[in-house]
């Protein structure tokens, strides 16, 4: 599936379901699986790019993704009426941030799966 067919297959998802706010997507041929957020992935595809599949998530089903990527490094509290992710980086990792406290976020959970991952996310 290429470009305005791939455009055109989100915004029919999305509007079915519009509390999905990212995107899982993968490339057969690659072993190839990414999350992202889905209005970020929209703005940065490309017309000529090739994904073979994509499942539209909200952010209960990312969470899930998360703790089961984070064994145990990863949790979430309520404070003050909000939730916040508490991350533990994987050991001799290096990350752009030494944060361990993020708000509970689309943004956050991309973030720290990115980190995670080190931007390579293979399921």
Request: aromatic share 12%; charged share 35%.
């Amino acid at each position: 599936m290429k470009g305005y067919q791939l455009v055109k297959e989100i915004r029919e998802a999305k509007g079915a379901h519009p509390d999905r706010v990212f995107i899982k997507w993968w490339r057969n041929e690659e072993d190839f699986i990414d999350f992202d957020l889905l209005d970020r992935f929209l703005q940065n595809l490309k017309e000529s790019e090739k994904i073979d599949g994509f499942e539209l998530i909200n952010e209960d089903e990312m969470w899930r993704t998360l703790e089961a990527r984070c064994q145990g490094r990863v949790s979430r509290e309520k404070r003050d009426g909000d939730w916040v992710l508490h991350w533990t980086p994987p050991p001799n990792r290096n990350v752009e941030e030494a944060q361990t406290e993020y708000p509970y976020t689309p943004e956050s959970m991309v973030k720290i799966l990115d980190s995670e991952t080190n931007y390579n996310y293979v399921d």
